[in-house]
């Protein structure tokens, strides 16, 4: 064979194709965003690499320019910086090893130990599971604060908004639920979106002292992280939420808080010089928080049975709920914790307001023995709190009316509780039948916390359970408060 004819069998499955690479190029950088120009295929969530090897997300597309969103830090951009598409959607690596640890919203270690290693990715804007996947909520989720289990139950797969002012405890709230998780198999994200460095620390710091950090993983994108990040913060920790809950775990997953992330969406979307809407707020941001939010479910047997519950933390300006993102979010979830201003200056921490409180799906998760015991506190508590009003106009009272009050008082002080301190689901039911059967009426206000500590302790010895009998509950009850009741009618 000559060279000519080599040549032609060489080439003979040469089939010539056009490979196109779009180039595109920066245009301007700065606040966290990019603009680029030259890449006529982008689409929105792409996500591009520049040069440098930092990343970005397609945030905004125009005819002439795409705006994107940086997710790394980097001095290296500027005009005329080459960018390319990646062909790929944001994702992070997922794997119980996240447990204990601190991560970015990219899943980057911000703990200073080693690096996530993980096979599997998990999109971090994924679908949410269909309807047929979907089950009831049955099982409940116990938060460890009285007033919550008891009046508000949560049940797993549930969305719970926590709302209220600036400073009233919401956190604590959500951090309480955490640390009550221990010894629950439930794993927990704490998600903290543009906080204050000194919070992000203390969150971390008190979920460790209280054992809650080994199965917790912390997503943190503080106030001075880059906007982008800030945004995708609790995508992330939705992903990683999904993940768990695809493996058949009950998962539980905190915002804190959907108010800054809204605030930051809205200044990354004017930065992009989208049109303004209410209250200034880009159109779109029901649809951002209805898409994070609709992922959080309880899933069947046949999909695993795992579940992801959502508490969602905003904040009120003077307690107004009325305000858009927090319509939006009361509309998106399946009820609301409030918290009250003046409940919390007048010392009944936490300074939950039962009337503006609701549970819409928790009940039917509640335990059949606390829900039916707490039905009967809670219209005592909503006739007392009427009452009450009458008395400050210094109305004349009937006795059985003074007896209510009297009573409504003492519960007051019964559902009072420090931050830190959750209580098991067998106390609720101990106080809540001494309650119902009157055991504290004869207890002064300033000795019911003795009473309930001595309940606390003659319960832990007692080893009885939420499904004993209620008779048996009632007797166990009045023989554990007997000595103290005749101690102070002596
Ligand atoms: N149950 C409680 N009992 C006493 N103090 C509380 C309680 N819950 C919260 N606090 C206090 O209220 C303050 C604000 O709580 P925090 O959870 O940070 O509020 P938020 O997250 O709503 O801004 C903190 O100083 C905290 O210690
Ligand atoms: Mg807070």
């Given at each position: 064979m000559g060279p000519l004819a080599l040549q032609a069998a060489w080439l003979a499955d040469y089939r010539p194709a056009l490979r196109l690479t779009e180039q595109g190029s920066v245009i301007a950088v700065g606040d966290g965003i990019a603009w680029v120009t030259g890449l006529p295929s982008a689409a929105i969530d792409d996500l591009l690499q520049f040069e440098d090897g930092s990343r970005a997300l397609v945030f905004d597309l125009t005819e002439e320019r795409i705006g994107a969103i940086l997710l790394h830090e980097t001095?290296?951009?500027?005009?005329?910086t080459r960018v390319q598409l990646t062909g790929q959607r944001l994702s992070m690596p997922v794997s119980?090893?996240?447990?204990?640890r601190v991560i970015d919203p990219?899943?980057?270690?911000?703990?200073?130990?080693e690096p996530i290693l993980s096979s599997t990715w998990q999109r971090l804007e994924a679908p949410s599971p269909p309807i047929v996947a979907r089950d009831f909520v049955h099982q409940p989720l116990y938060t460890g604060i009285k007033i919550i289990d008891a009046l508000i139950p949560i049940g797993k797969g549930q969305r719970q908004l926590l709302i209220?002012?600036?400073?009233?405890g919401r956190s604590s709230i959500a951090i309480d639920t955490v640390i009550n998780?221990?010894?629950?198999n439930v794993l927990c994200i704490y998600v903290l979106i543009g906080q204050k460095r000194s919070t992000v620390i203390n969150t971390i710091e008190t979920l460790r002292s209280h054992g809650a950090l080994e199965y917790t993983t912390i997503v943190a994108a503080e106030a001075s992280s880059l906007p982008g990040l800030q945004h995708l913060a609790p995508f992330s920790g939705c992903a990683l939420a999904e993940f768990w809950m695809r493996q058949g775990y009950d998962a539980l997953v905190i915002y804190d808080d959907l108010t800054s992330h809204a605030q930051n969406y809205r200044a990354l979307s004017l930065l992009l010089r989208r049109p303004p809407g209410?209250?200034?707020?880009?159109?779109?941001i029901f649809s951002v928080h209805a898409r994070l939010l609709e992922r959080a479910t309880c899933l069947n047997a046949t999909h695993g049975g795992g579940s992801m519950t959502a508490l969602p933390i905003i904040e009120t300006k003077q307690g107004e709920i009325a305000t858009y993102i927090p319509t939006n979010l009361i509309s998106i979830t399946d009820g609301q914790v409030y918290l009250d201003r003046a409940l919390f200056a007048g010392g009944?921490?936490?300074?939950?307001?039962i009337g503006r409180s609701v549970s819409r799906i928790g009940g039917q998760a509640q335990h059949p023995r606390i829900k039916e015991e707490a039905g009967h506190m809670k219209l005592d508590y909503l006739q007392f709190l009427e009452l009450e009003i009458f008395t400050r106009f210094g109305a004349r009272l009937e006795a059985s009316m003074e007896t209510a009050i009297a009573r409504g008082r003492r519960l007051r002080e019964i559902l009072k509780q420090e931050r830190l301190a959750p209580v098991p689901a067998e106390f609720q039911l101990a106080w809540l039948t001494a309650f119902n059967d009157r055991l504290?009426?004869?207890?002064p206000l300033e000795s019911i916390a003795a009473a309930l500590e001595v309940l606390g302790r003659q319960l832990r010895q007692s080893?009885?359970?939420?499904?004993?009998p209620r008779q048996q509950w009632s007797t166990a009850a009045a023989g554990w408060l007997q000595p103290l009741r005749q101690k102070v009618q002596a």
């Amino acid at each position: 064979m000559g060279p000519l004819a080599l040549q032609a069998a060489w080439l003979a499955d040469y089939r010539p194709a056009l490979r196109l690479t779009e180039q595109g190029s920066v245009i301007a950088v700065g606040d966290g965003i990019a603009w680029v120009t030259g890449l006529p295929s982008a689409a929105i969530d792409d996500l591009l690499q520049f040069e440098d090897g930092s990343r970005a997300l397609v945030f905004d597309l125009t005819e002439e320019r795409i705006g994107a969103i940086l997710l790394h830090e980097t001095n290296a951009l500027t005009a005329g910086t080459r960018v390319q598409l990646t062909g790929q959607r944001l994702s992070m690596p997922v794997s119980n090893a996240l447990l204990g640890r601190v991560i970015d919203p990219l899943g980057m270690p911000l703990d200073g130990k080693e690096p996530i290693l993980s096979s599997t990715w998990q999109r971090l804007e994924a679908p949410s599971p269909p309807i047929v996947a979907r089950d009831f909520v049955h099982q409940p989720l116990y938060t460890g604060i009285k007033i919550i289990d008891a009046l508000i139950p949560i049940g797993k797969g549930q969305r719970q908004l926590l709302i209220g002012d600036d400073g009233l405890g919401r956190s604590s709230i959500a951090i309480d639920t955490v640390i009550n998780q221990r010894g629950k198999n439930v794993l927990c994200i704490y998600v903290l979106i543009g906080q204050k460095r000194s919070t992000v620390i203390n969150t971390i710091e008190t979920l460790r002292s209280h054992g809650a950090l080994e199965y917790t993983t912390i997503v943190a994108a503080e106030a001075s992280s880059l906007p982008g990040l800030q945004h995708l913060a609790p995508f992330s920790g939705c992903a990683l939420a999904e993940f768990w809950m695809r493996q058949g775990y009950d998962a539980l997953v905190i915002y804190d808080d959907l108010t800054s992330h809204a605030q930051n969406y809205r200044a990354l979307s004017l930065l992009l010089r989208r049109p303004p809407g209410r209250e200034a707020y880009p159109g779109d941001i029901f649809s951002v928080h209805a898409r994070l939010l609709e992922r959080a479910t309880c899933l069947n047997a046949t999909h695993g049975g795992g579940s992801m519950t959502a508490l969602p933390i905003i904040e009120t300006k003077q307690g107004e709920i009325a305000t858009y993102i927090p319509t939006n979010l009361i509309s998106i979830t399946d009820g609301q914790v409030y918290l009250d201003r003046a409940l919390f200056a007048g010392g009944f921490r936490p300074a939950i307001d039962i009337g503006r409180s609701v549970s819409r799906i928790g009940g039917q998760a509640q335990h059949p023995r606390i829900k039916e015991e707490a039905g009967h506190m809670k219209l005592d508590y909503l006739q007392f709190l009427e009452l009450e009003i009458f008395t400050r106009f210094g109305a004349r009272l009937e006795a059985s009316m003074e007896t209510a009050i009297a009573r409504g008082r003492r519960l007051r002080e019964i559902l009072k509780q420090e931050r830190l301190a959750p209580v098991p689901a067998e106390f609720q039911l101990a106080w809540l039948t001494a309650f119902n059967d009157r055991l504290f009426d004869a207890i002064p206000l300033e000795s019911i916390a003795a009473a309930l500590e001595v309940l606390g302790r003659q319960l832990r010895q007692s080893g009885l359970t939420l499904d004993a009998p209620r008779q048996q509950w009632s007797t166990a009850a009045a023989g554990w408060l007997q000595p103290l009741r005749q101690k102070v009618q002596a």
